[in-house]
């Protein structure tokens, strides 16, 4: 199962990284195009065709944004150990707190425990979508322009934004879209992973590939073992038990978003060691998901 997830990711880089190297593509064209137009299509199809109803929903929901506001804190605190400042502060903690809950944690956690954990990954994914996305944009644009305030703004120009709330409303209203304007919807939502991992890997070849080092080691510590560690915590103290505790632990596993490294892309923000966070930690997943799947099962 995990496999079938993971592949066709790990296919889809090596794509562009082949094209990047061999072609000349311009990374700084194909982020706006993702950012402005596919991005806001995908989170705005997967929050209005979502199932959200659950007895344990507001409990999930608290928990998951405490968990993603803490992994903020978390990724804040090692890279002032590290010594991190501005742009480099930025990308390194992007992809700590900022995962794959869609297109990666939503199947698994079908897989893992069926229609109810699907149910519970959704909710997570909601928070993600909406807290992780903005948040992920004010943390890009906080590094690279500086000022907390300014940075918000800059993150309410972005269409996602936008989605995001258009989506809740229509979701809360039970209104539906006509069925050509949610054809084109989805036409957009489906090229959103598909130029956005095929990107990701172009800009691995611009960038000489994964460079190891020590930042990239804590980045992906912090995304693949603390993050679970730290679900595991919270959900003891909020006292989130059955499959929501589980799904939530489960995807709080994921490697980091595609997402973190379209946000620092968009506002210049190292994307070649996010893009690097991004590849290695999905290539790790593989050993890692099944290792809590094993705790959780």
Not at 84 to 112: C, E, I, M, Q
Request: aromatic fraction near 10%; charged fraction near 10%; hydrophobic fraction near 60%.
């Amino acid at each position: 199962m995990l496999l079938n997830v993971v592949g066709p990711v790990v296919l889809l880089v090596l794509t562009g990284y082949l094209l990047g190297r061999y072609r000349p593509v311009e990374v700084s064209s194909l982020a706006p195009v993702s950012m402005y137009l596919f991005a806001p299509a995908l989170v705005f199809q997967s929050l209005t065709h979502s199932p959200l109803a659950s007895g344990y929903a507001p409990r999930l929901l608290a928990t998951c944004a405490a968990h993603l506001l803490s992994m903020v804190a978390l990724g804040l605190a090692s890279a002032g150990l590290l010594g991190l400042r501005g742009t480099r502060r930025a990308a390194f903690v992007l992809p700590a707190f900022h995962y794959n809950a869609g297109n990666y944690g939503l199947p698994v956690s079908l897989f893992a425990f069926g229609q109810p954990g699907f149910q519970a990954a959704t909710l997570v994914f909601v928070v993600n979508a909406t807290l992780g996305n903005f948040t992920a944009g004010v943390v890009a644009a906080w590094g690279s322009r500086g000022g907390l305030k300014r940075a918000v703004a800059e993150m309410l120009r972005l269409p996602l934004v936008y989605a995001v709330a258009v989506a809740l409303l229509v979701a809360a209203t039970g209104w539906r879209l006509p069925e050509w304007l949610d054809r084109t919807v989805a036409i957009l939502a489906s090229g959103a992973i598909p130029l956005l991992v095929v990107t990701l890997g172009i800009q691995l070849a611009q960038g000489g590939g994964v460079q190891p080092s020590g930042e990239l080691l804590a980045a992906v510590a912090l995304r693949l073992v603390a993050s679970p560690l730290l679900a595991a915590g919270l959900a003891h103290l909020t006292g989130l038990e059955g499959v929501g505790r589980d799904v939530f632990v489960l995807v709080a596993a994921m490697p980091a978003a595609v997402n973190a490294f379209l946000f620092a892309s968009e506002f210049g923000c190292d994307p070649a060691f996010v893009a690097g966070v991004v590849f290695t930690t999905t290539l790790l997943s593989f050993a890692t998901v099944s290792a809590v799947l094993w705790l959780l099962l």
